[in-house]
């Protein structure tokens, strides 16, 4: 049985977010590179674990499999606590996964219909298409406006000292679809956070990988 944990991947994907949290607890991985934009020998081994090729896709040492990044980074928390993803106090470590949890329900979701809203309704043509994309990216802006209200006091963090899981996974999502520029006029706050997050050292030469043009 390996030691290592594997990780599904792809840069520039979610998988930043649990890649970011291996390294946060010390936990030996490999990544394969496989999605399905990116066909060849990493993608059909990814389809062989995990039929719906998701990524990120975690096998674990013992050979189980996870899919779902909120679940990924939750069950890294629980199952490695010295590794800081959630916080120890009960209260504390519920309200961090209730942020997890929000951002894969809502921010998650919205930015697959972003990507691809022929996935999701009718768009018939390019002016359809636009205005679909246009709906989906304002509610998702103002989803990122209600996970900063509920979100908790950052101290410089979420998880307080360090960054933590919901500290990594916002600022990973947050990425994606103007939400950073969204963030920076309508939640500054949190908008300094995740950059926060962007620049921690622990991290950063993963996030220059994962986005060299932002680096």
């Known amino acids: 049985m390996s030691e290592q944990h594997t990780l599904y991947g792809a840069n520039g994907s979610g998988s930043a977010a649990v890649e970011a949290a291996l390294l946060r607890c010390g936990l030996p991985y490999r990544v394969v590179e496989g999605a399905t934009w990116e066909p060849g020998p990493g993608y059909e081994e990814l389809k062989r674990v995990n039929p719906l090729a998701q990524v990120p896709t975690l096998v674990l040492p013992d050979g189980t499999v996870l899919s779902e990044s909120a679940a990924i980074l939750i069950h890294l928390g629980l199952a490695h606590p010295d590794g800081g993803l959630l916080p120890a106090e009960p209260s504390a470590r519920a309200q ?53 209200d509920l979100a908790p006091k950052a101290d410089p963090f979420f998880a307080g000292a360090e960054p933590g899981a919901l500290d990594i996974l916002a600022a990973v999502v947050s990425r994606w679809s103007g939400a950073r520029k969204h963030l920076k006029a309508a939640r500054p706050a949190c908008h300094a956070l995740v950059e926060r997050v962007d620049a921690h050292p622990q991290f950063a030469p993963l996030w220059a990988r994962h986005w060299p043009k932002a680096a």
């Open 96 to 148: 961090a996964i209730r942020g997890l949890v929000f951002i894969a329900a809502n921010c998650y979701a919205l930015i697959g219909v972003n990507d691809y809203p022929e996935r999701y309704a009718d768009v018939p043509d390019e002016a359809a298409r636009k205005r679909s994309i246009a709906v989906a990216r304002a509610r998702l802006h103002l989803l990122w406006e209600h996970f900063a």
